[in-house]
């Protein structure tokens, strides 16, 4: 079966601390995304990657930094983590090539509180 | 740019009763086009895809959606709701050569028994 595996569902953290959120899939896929989700705004796009190394700005890039150093691996970082960034974060993967392409496979969400 | 509307937040079926979302979009060329559903603390699980061809789709969980290309919409339905069905369901549209998807805000489904 399919998994994309985010390393923590819950998190509660103090504003100005630094926050590592992982996710790891084993699908082999070559895009790999954050996206946040808030009621009543859906999910947003913060950034995704098409390759090692390789990442995109989403929609609302401002205040998160991304790495991927392995294919398999997208961490989203808040370098100092404010309370308006608390919410649910969701890591998804997918292929780039192939009649699947574009179809996301989602993680579990990580839900994130900034105190 | 590519967007979604789903114009209805919080939907109440009757068990038993069908069901139909609405999903608008607005893209200009041929749109990649998905239903998500979410349980209660979980990710986003797909529903159904329309890629191409036959413009009505079948799903998971007796779901299916019609593509409309005249009215841009991507409705989803279910002719028999189950509490079970309870959730919020998103709409989502891409590309081709587009890697990222755009999202709805989502509509919840109330199940009443």
């Known amino acids: 079966d399919v998994k994309v595996t985010q390393s923590s569902r819950y998190l509660v953290k103090r504003t100005g601390e630094k926050v590592f959120l992982e996710c790891v899939q084993d699908m082999d896929h070559e895009n790999m995304f954050w996206y946040r989700q808030d009621p009543g705004l859906g999910l947003r796009l913060i950034y995704f990657s098409y390759d090692v190394k390789m990442k995109e700005k989403g929609d609302i890039p401002e205040g998160y930094s991304v790495s991927r150093e392995k294919k398999e691996r997208f961490s989203l970082i808040l370098e100092s983590a404010s309370t308006n960034q608390t919410s649910m974060y969701l890591c998804?993967?997918?292929?780039?090539?192939?009649?699947?392409?574009?179809?996301?496979?989602f993680g579990e969400g990580s839900r994130l509180t900034v105190l | 740019a590519q967007s979604v509307t789903q114009p209805d937040i919080h939907i109440t079926v009757s068990e038993g009763a069908s069901l139909e979302l609405r999903c608008n979009y607005s893209y200009g060329a041929t749109p990649y086009l998905f239903w998500y559903v979410q349980s209660p603390g979980q990710g986003l699980q797909l529903l159904l895809k329309?890629?191409?061809?036959?413009?009505l789709v079948q799903g998971i969980k007796g779901f299916e959606a019609e593509f409309k290309r005249s009215q841009s919409s991507f409705n989803l339905r279910k002719p028999s709701v189950h509490w079970s069905d309870a959730a919020e369901y998103f709409c989502a549209v891409g590309a081709a050569g587009y890697s990222t998807l755009t999202f709805g805000k989502g509509t919840m489904l109330l199940v009443s028994p």
């Open positions: 329309y890629f191409s061809g036959d413009t």
């Open positions: 998804a993967s997918s292929f780039f090539f192939g009649t699947s392409a574009g179809e996301l496979f």
